[in-house]
């Protein structure tokens, strides 16, 4: 999966997922409770999917210059799903150049991962320059901006999140119980030993959920050569693969795993476990 791409700042296609620490939600998940928890969500913490969804939506339209948000739908035997995307480009004339690096960065792919969509309405915030990162030369990184193009998905679970939101609040699921974590094609339907029937549906076929179709629709029009996908619940930095125990071969795959060393030493103080997602996390056992 690791392709070089030949650019001025030596990036390559890097498929990533990134847990955030999670800020306190106070949510019971044990298998032997009931799964619809009474605790409410602390609105001093995390905005409702409307409101967020309201300021990014804001936040675009004070900044046309640099920002743009696009509405996809899909639907599949009468389950529709809709994803906002969010594109930054510097100079907004330029987001279709082909010579600058893109970057797509996705984020509430699991109903119940609260702070990661508030940590996208942080990114484009800062990006929109209405926030700013401490002890950062504001020349550097504009720079550096400027040789990129990234779009954002600030929630691309908005009907799991909505179930989250009128009480079930450990549902991961999308709006009708598939995981979108493991409806895409890559060993598809395979059962690992803790495999969880009720939190890892795969879904009917691959890509049979909207969502997933929507995002296989992005990456394939965008063509990304750096994709994070933001999760939350550990710290941790995954690399590929997710449904082996090893990680790729060959130069990207170590330009790969030196970069998040790198994120790790710098941002995370050494706190975050890297390597596949398959191993490191207990997704494959052999």
């Not at 409307?50 to 939506?57: P, Q, S, T, V, W």
């Not at 996809?72 to 907004?92: D, F, L, Q, S």
């Not at 484009?124 to 926030?131: H, N, R, T, V, Y």
């Not at 550990?234 to 990680?247: G, I």
Request: charged share 25%; proline share 5%; aromatic share 6%.
């Amino acid at each position: 999966m690791a392709m070089i791409r030949r650019r001025s700042l030596s990036l390559y296609y890097i498929p990533l997922s990134i847990f955030a620490a999670c800020l306190p939600i106070f949510v019971n998940c044990d298998d032997n409770l009931n799964r619809t928890s009474s605790t409410p969500i602390n609105r001093d913490l995390y905005h409702s999917s409307g409101d967020l969804m309201e300021m990014i939506k804001n936040l675009v339209h004070r900044h046309p210059d640099k920002l743009s948000m696009e509405t996809i739908e899909a639907g599949n035997k009468g389950y529709n799903a809709e994803i906002r995307v969010v594109t930054y480009c510097h100079r907004r004339k330029d987001s279709d150049d082909r010579s600058k690096i893109r970057i797509l960065l996705s984020f509430g792919q699991h109903g119940r991962e609260l702070i990661t969509t508030e940590l996208a309405l942080r990114i484009l915030s800062i990006l929109s320059e209405e926030q700013f990162l401490p002890n950062t030369n504001p020349v550097s990184l504009n720079s550096t901006l400027d040789e990129l193009v990234i779009k954002v998905v600030p929630m691309e679970n908005l009907n799991g999140r909505k179930l989250v939101e009128e009480g079930d609040l450990c549902e991961r699921r999308n709006g009708r119980g598939v995981d979108l974590n493991r409806n895409w094609s890559v060993d598809w339907g395979k059962k690992e030993k803790d495999y969880d029937p009720y939190e890892e549906n795969p879904g009917t076929a691959p890509f049979s959920e909207p969502e997933s179709q929507i995002m296989r629709k992005l990456a394939l029009s965008f063509d990304p050569h750096i994709w994070v996908n933001v999760h939350s619940g550990m710290e941790a930095l995954f690399m590929p693969y997710d449904h082996k125990n090893t990680t790729p071969d060959g130069l990207p795959s170590q330009r790969m795993r030196r970069l998040l060393e790198q994120l790790n030493k710098i941002h995370c103080q050494k706190r975050c476990m890297i390597g596949s997602g398959g191993g490191s996390v207990g997704y494959v056992f052999t």
